[in-house]
């Protein structure tokens, strides 16, 4: 089943939701329209669902905002605008399942800022990462300046956007802006191959690391302590995670083997 959104689609394969960003020509910049649709994507997500992997057709994975819409903006537009994107990657980032970003080629503006507000990450050989806004006048828009600086610190950040420094997929997984690096082509696949198995986790479970986890480690740890505590007791009196502990015990469930 292919549900087509603007420049976007939605392919149900199994219970993993494939998401496409369709616009090649372009490589895949996001207008207000795409950025809509992302939104109404993620806030209608096929009940069945249980993971989702997020690629990019053509060349690259996503150039950031689409730069010919952003001509005429005044500033309450401008504010708007990022409020609209805050919008959209949130119903990705706190939506119903985990998003995995198979990534290629360029990674750049809002492209990574869409990387950002996904769980997990994978970049082939040939993604690279830049945050262009800096030399193009403006700032980011799409929550970059709180996920970024999350997954690689303040200092990288600053030092991309001021002097348009260009991370290689060999760094980018170095620093943490990709946590696995694949072969050149072989993003979607590991992607799928992942998403699969996080669609095996308790739903439960899935829900904790997507809603509490990020909240938890923003909170001082008084407090985060507390909330972990009601999370993980919540998460264990699910009765499937009650049969998983029994599987294991009974020699029924896999151990953890060494990488
Ligand atoms: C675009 C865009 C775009 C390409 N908006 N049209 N992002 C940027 O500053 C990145 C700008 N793009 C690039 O640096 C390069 O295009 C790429 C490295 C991504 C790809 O290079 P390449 O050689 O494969 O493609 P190209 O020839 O540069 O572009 C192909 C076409 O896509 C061309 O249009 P055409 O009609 O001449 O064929 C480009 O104009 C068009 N194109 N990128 C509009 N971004 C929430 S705030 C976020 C703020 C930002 O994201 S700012 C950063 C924007």
Redesign the pocket.
Known sequence: MTQKYLHLDLDMRGDIAVIRLARP???N?LGDAQVLALRDLFENLPAAARAAVLYGEG??FC??????ELQERDASQGLHH?RM?HAALDRLQYGPVPVIAALHG?V???GL?LASACHIRVADESAFYGL??GS?G?F???GGAVRIPRLIGTARMTDMMLTGRVYSAEEGERIGLAQYLVPQGQALGKALELAGRVAQNAPLTNYALMHALPRIAEQPADQGFFTEALMAAVAQSAPEAKDRVKDFLAGKAAKVKKA
Do not use: T
């Open positions: 020509a372009k490589r910049a060349e690259h150039a950031g905002l689409d730069l010919s990022s994107w360029a750049v503006g809002g800022e262009p806004e193009r403006i980011v828009g799409g």
